[in-house]
C-alpha cells in the first residue's frame, strides 16, 4: 500500500498527533481510538473463524493490520487504534514499521541475503564471520567471546543445554581423551555411559521453552507440560519476595538463603542419585512465571555455588536481553564475580542463539548444528537495530519511561490497595499484581477496551512489554486508562468485595459458575444479585 493511503487510513482512525515521532515511517497517532463495540471485533471474529477451518486458533486474540502498525501503536482489522506494551510478546525492540528497519531490504544485496537462505554450517556466506564478528564487539556480555545463533529462544536454550552436558563430560573424560567404543555403543541405546545420567537444575516458575529438553527446565504453567514426557532434573525455589522491598529487606534476605540453601541440597542430592547436576539455567527475571525477582545478592551467591561445584551457570536472557530493563543485558544489574557461562538470547534479537567462552565451543563437528543455524537475514535487521539503541540513546530513554511507569504503579497501590500491589521491574519491563486471577483478566480486558494492550503472567500478575522508543507521554497514556479501569472496578465493588462490574457479561458468567461451589455467604449473595 502507498504510504499516502495507509496515512490517509490511519488519520481517518484517529487524530494525528502533532509531535510526529521520528521512529515511525508514520505518524503516531495522539492516542488509543476503539471504534468496534467488542475486540475482537467482528472482521477479527470472522478472520479467527477461517482460520480456525486450516489450525488451531484458540490463542487468537484479534487480527492485525500491519500495513498500518506504527511506532507504538498497533491498529487491527476493525479499525481499533491501540497502544502496545506487549510488543508481540516482548519481541519488537523498535516498535513497528521503524524507517531503519523498513529500509533494510531496499537493496539488491539484502534482498538476495534474504532470499538465498543458507545451510550455515556448511556453506555460510562470505560476509558471515565479519556479520558475526561485529555483533559481538557490539553487544556480546562481557569476556563471553563465542556465539552460536539459532532460529529462536527454544532451540537457543536446548542447544546451550547441549553445550553445558558436553563440555561436562569432556572434562570428566579428560580434555584429549576419546569416545570408548561402549559409549559410542551404548549411545545409540540411549543408555549410560553414551548417554550419561545427567541432569540441569532450574527454579520453581522457570520458562525456557516449550522443546522437550527446554521443556523439562520449565516450571511455569501445566498446559505447557501436561501429556510430554520429561526428565527427572531438580528444580529449586526461586526466591518469592515481599514488597515493598524496602520494608522486607530481612525477610527477603532470609529467602535467598532458604532458596540457595535448596539448591545445594538439591545438586548433592542428585548426586547421590547418580544424576550429576551439569548446569544450572536461570532467568534474571522470571518472566512467563509471574515477574518473579530476585536479589543481586542471590545470583552472586549462584554462581558461587556454581564454581564451587564446577558446573556451569547459564542465564537465559531470552526475554530480558536486548535493552528492556535498562542494560543490554539484565544480568549486568548484579554486578557478578565473573561473567556467566553461557547467555541465550532470542525474542528482541530477532534470532536465537547464545553466546559463551571458547571452552563451551565443541570439539568435534556437528554436535550443535542443524540445516539453518540462525538466518542471515536477521542479522541485518540485529545490526540496525543496534545502531538505532546506540544513536537514539534508547537504553537511556527506557530507564526515564519505566520510571514514570513505574513511578505511577506505586502510585496505584496507595489509591487502590485492595486491587492491585507489588509494583517490580527494572527498566520498562514491569509488572503489578491484582488480588485475585479474576481481577486481572478483567483490568487487562478494560485496559483492552480503552486501547492498552497488556498481558497477564503469572497466577495474577500484569506485565508490560513495550517496545525501547516507548516514551513518558505513552506511559502516562497507559497510567491515565489503568487509573480509570482501577477507579471504575473501585466504585463498582460492595464492601470492599472482589465482584466487580455488575453489567459485565463475564461476571454474570463467572457467578453463574461459582452458585454451586461457593461456601462464602457475601460472595453467593452478592452473585446471586448479578444474576437477578
Known amino acids: 500500500m502507498h504510504v499516502a493511503v495507509m496515512l490517509q487510513k490511519l488519520r481517518a482512525a484517529t487524530k494525528a498527533s502533532k509531535f510526529v515521532k521520528y521512529f515511525t515511517t508514520l505518524p503516531e497517532p495522539k492516542e488509543p481510538t476503539i471504534r468496534s463495540a467488542t475486540i475482537p471485533g467482528p472482521k477479527s471474529l470472522e478472520l479467527k473463524k477461517k482460520l480456525g477451518c486450516v489450525q488451531m486458533a484458540g490463542t487468537v486474540e484479534f487480527f492485525v493490520d500491519y500495513e498500518c502498525a506504527t511506532g507504538n501503536y498497533l491498529c487491527d482489522v476493525d479499525g481499533n487504534v491501540m497502544l502496545d506494551t506487549f510488543m508481540q510478546i516482548g519481541s519488537m525492540p523498535l516498535g513497528y514499521n521503524h524507517p531503519r528497519l523498513v529500509g533494510v531490504f531496499n537493496n539488491a544485496k539484502s534482498v538476495k541475503t534474504l532470499v538465498n537462505r ?46 553445558i552436558f558436553i563440555t561436562y563430560m569432556r572434562k570428566k573424560r579428560g580434555e584429549d581423551a576419546c569416545f570408548t567404543d561402549e559409549e559410542i555403543e551404548t549411545a545409540m541405546r540411549n543408555c549410560p555411559p553414551g548417554a550419561p545420567n545427567l541432569s540441569l537444575l532450574s527454579f520453581k516458575g522457570a520458562f525456557h521453552g516449550r522443546t522437550l529438553a527446554a521443556l523439562a527446565s520449565s516450571r511455569s504453567k501445566y498446559i ?55 548446569g544450572i539455567v536461570v532467568e534474571p527475571i522470571q518472566g512467563e ?36 530493563t535498562g542494560k543490554f543485558w539484565c544480568h549486568e544489574h548484579f554486578d557478578l564475580p565473573s561473567p556467566p557461562d553461557v547467555v541465550t538470547f532470542s525474542k528482541k534479537l530477532q534470532l536465537g542463539g547464545f ?169 453467593t449473595c452478592f452473585e446471586r444479585l448479578i444474576l437477578m
Not at 243 to 259: A, F, G, I, Q, V
Not at 290 to 313: M, V
Request: hydrophobic share 35%.
Open 118 to 163: 543458507p545451510a550455515l554450517g556448511y556453506f555460510p556466506g562470505k560476509d558471515w564471520a565479519t556479520k558475526l564478528e561485529n555483533i559481538l564487539k557490539e553487544i556480546a556480555p562481557k569476556s563471553l567471546d563465542n556465539i552460536t545463533t539459532m532460529m529462536c529462544g527454544s532451540c537457543a536454550n536446548e542447544n546451550a543445554y547441549k553445550n
Open 224 to 278: 505447557h507440560k501436561i501429556d510430554i514426557p520429561s526428565l527427572d532434573w531438580p528444580v529449586a525455589p526461586f526466591p518469592n519476595y515481599k514488597y515493598p522491598l524496602e520494608e522486607y529487606e530481612r525477610c527477603n534476605k532470609e529467602e535467598d538463603k532458604t532458596c540457595l540453601a535448596q539448591v545445594e541440597e538439591l545438586i548433592e542430592a542428585y548426586c547421590k542419585k547418580e544424576k550429576h547436576v551439569a
Open 289 to 324: 512465571g509471574g515477574d518473579n525477582h530476585a536479589s543481586p545478592e542471590f545470583f552472586q551467591q549462584l554462581q558461587c555455588i556454581c564454581k564451587k561445584n564446577d558446573i556451569s551457570l547459564l542465564f537465559d536472557e531470552v526475554q530480558t536481553g536486548g535493552g528492556c
Open 355 to 523: 553466546f559463551h567462552t571458547s571452552d563451551f565451543r565443541p570439539r568435534e563437528p556437528q554436535r550443535i548444528f542443524n540445516t539453518w543455524m540462525g538466518d542471515p537475514a536477521r542479522i541485518l535487521l540485529l545490526e540496525q537495530i543496534v545502531t538505532v539503541i546506540k544513536e537514539d540513546k534508547l537504553l537511556q530513554q527506557v530507564e526515564k519511561s519505566g520510571k514514570v511507569l513505574k513511578t505511577g504503579f506505586l502510585q496505584f497501590e496507595k489509591e487502590f490497595p485492595h486491587l492491585v500491589n507489588s509494583a517490580r521491574g527494572r527498566g520498562t519491563f514491569l509488572a503489578i499484581t491484582a488480588e485475585t486471577p479474576e481481577l486481572r483478566d478483567t483490568i487487562i480486558g478494560n485496559l483492552r477496551k480503552l486501547g492498552i494492550i497488556t498481558s497477564g503472567c503469572g497466577k495474577q500478575s500484569i506485565r508490560f512489554r513495550p517496545a525501547l522508543i516507548f516514551q513518558e507521554t505513552h506511559a502516562n497514556i497507559v497510567l491515565d486508562r489503568l487509573r480509570k479501569v482501577l477507579s471504575e472496578i473501585k466504585n463498582a465493588t460492595v464492601g470492599g468485595g472482589v465482584v466487580l462490574f455488575l453489567c459485565s457479561l463475564e461476571l454474570r458468567e463467572h457467578a453463574s459458575r461459582r452458585l454451586s461451589s461457593s461456601s462464602n455467604s457475601e460472595w
